[in-house]
């Protein structure tokens, strides 16, 4: 498999993401790769291609779902080796790719109230409150949420979090009035930053009144659970990927066993054997 190094994820690491539901990696792509995603990303949200893409608001809001598909230069996001370690520590190794989602999100217009949110405060992987209430909403899956623009002034579209609301077993609280749970905040990130956040957490769009921003999200889920923006990757795609990139998008692998309780060979297992890390939650 890719070789991925071990980023340790750290105790305060660990009690911040079970505590708030987030964490900020600061610095996670350089220079030279924001480049290239911005590069293709511009190119993909200029062109009049349909397919996987996603305008909830026209004029305001612009992307492509399923993205990894695309175009490889989104491939090494998938197996980050940076942020993929930590994952697997947070949720164990029986993963794959949920979601892969580049969203730009244009400037508001002139007059805009600085209390727009768009969208709206939610928790990711909706169907899965619908069918099983929010108070039985388990921790299922997290995205990363690379930004590719700066995003440090307030009011520069960033996505706002509600620290802690992962474990509300309610829908989250807004007073009349607010357009904000009590405890939200909004990050204030540099090109390159990356917040990994659980789908539990209760998020928004921030008002944008500053430039256009630019992201990439990658979500991860474990392998039990349909992703939500693909079933199979096309073949032509599959061929671009290495063996671990295959294996995060559902595929199984190769290795002549009949018959494996969880599908096949896990690269992601040997990985935690190798270095030392517990596979499955349970153990944490």
Known sequence: MTALPYTPLTAEQRKQFDEEGYLIV????????????????????????????????????DGFRNVLSMDDVFLPLMTHPVTLPLVIQLLGANLQISTSHLIYRWVDPEGTPVSRRLPGWHRDNGRTRLDLGEANYPRMGL?????????????????????????????????????DPDNAIEPLLNPGDCVIFEYRTWHAGGV????????????????????????????QVLEQM?????????????????????????PLMEWCEANGVVADRLGV
């Open 143 to 179: 995205k990363c949420a690379f930004y590719l623009t700066d995003l440090s002034e307030p009011n520069s579209g960033a996505t706002l979090l509600a620290p802690g609301s992962h474990l509300l077993k309610e829908r989250i609280e807004i007073k009349d009035g607010k357009a």
């Open 26 to 61: 600061r610095n996670a792509l350089d220079s030279d790769t924001i480049e290239r995603l911005i590069e293709v990303g511009d190119r993909l949200i200029a062109s009049d291609q349909r397919e996987n893409r996603q305008q909830e608001v026209p004029g305001l809001y």
């Open 208 to 235: 944008n009144l500053r430039h256009t921003r630019k992201a990439v999200m990658v979500g991860y889920g474990y392998r039990w659970l349909k992703p939500m923006d693909y079933l199979q990757q096309p073949p």
């Open 242 to 266: 290495d063996p671990l990139q295959r294996f995060l998008v559902g595929e199984r692998a190769d290795d002549g066993v009949e018959f494996m309780p969880n599908g096949s060979t896990n």
